[in-house]
């Protein structure tokens, strides 16, 4: 397929990448609305306004179209989250920052983290079983882990599985999701506050008051 013959490779640049976006975004929205079989190139086309053709000069498939959805909404929770989190100066508080900004990372974001979970709970997952098309989840609970471990070493956490905790963590997150597109008066900064609290609680040592 031919585009149109910009002057400028510069400009032809940008406005790939723009375009790219612009699919990016009808791919997160479609998969979100429809689930991710039912996203097909051409529901993803006519959501965006533009042919299946133009889809396919920028994305050799479905599946990189797939990863860069998942690509992007990754980018966005670490842009809510990371700067959050490393600026806590103890485990709990990190703990306490980790949970409460997960959460607001799926309020900003509700398309992004429904395509996500779409996606992951897809035959998709277990056709290919490629590792980034698994939504970052087994990397999030192993990066939990280790945080919750790193915390006991330093003293703030009691002694308590951290495998376990994490995996509890991050189900009790993971569940929100669905809370949030089934439920319009969700408070969600409340709910991330009870839900922060709650295993502040389960992790700190007992003789804390």
Avoid: C
């Avoid at 992004?112 to 989840?137: C, F, Q, W």
């Avoid at 495998?163 to 993971?174: E, F, G, L």
């Amino acid at each position: 397929m031919q585009t149109e013959n910009w002057s400028s490779g510069q400009e032809l640049s940008f406005i790939e990448r723009a375009r790219r976006a612009q699919i990016v975004e009808a791919a997160i929205e479609t998969i979100a609305a429809s689930g991710y079989a039912r996203a097909s190139l051409a529901r993803i086309a006519k959501r965006a306004g533009i042919s299946k053709g133009v889809i396919s000069y920028h994305f050799h498939g479905k599946e990189e179209l797939v990863r860069e959805v998942i690509k992007e909404a990754i980018a966005k929770a670490y842009e809510v989250m990371v700067s959050q989190v490393s600026a806590q100066q103890s485990y709990a508080a990190a703990l306490r920052a980790y949970i409460e900004s997960n959460l607001a990372y799926m309020a900003a974001y509700p398309k992004h983290v429904l395509a996500l979970l779409n996606i992951s709970t897809a035959a998709y997952m277990e056709r290919h079983k490629d590792p980034k098309a698994a939504v970052g989840v087994a990397n999030a609970v192993d990066e939990l882990e280790q945080m919750l471990r790193r915390g006991q070493h330093a003293g703030e956490f009691r002694d308590f599985s951290p495998r376990v905790m994490a995996v509890t963590i991050r189900n009790a997150i993971d569940a929100v999701p669905i809370m949030l597109a089934t439920d319009s008066t969700l408070d969600v900064e409340k709910y991330a506050r009870e839900l922060a609290t709650t295993f502040e609680l389960a992790t700190r040592k007992h003789n804390e008051v």
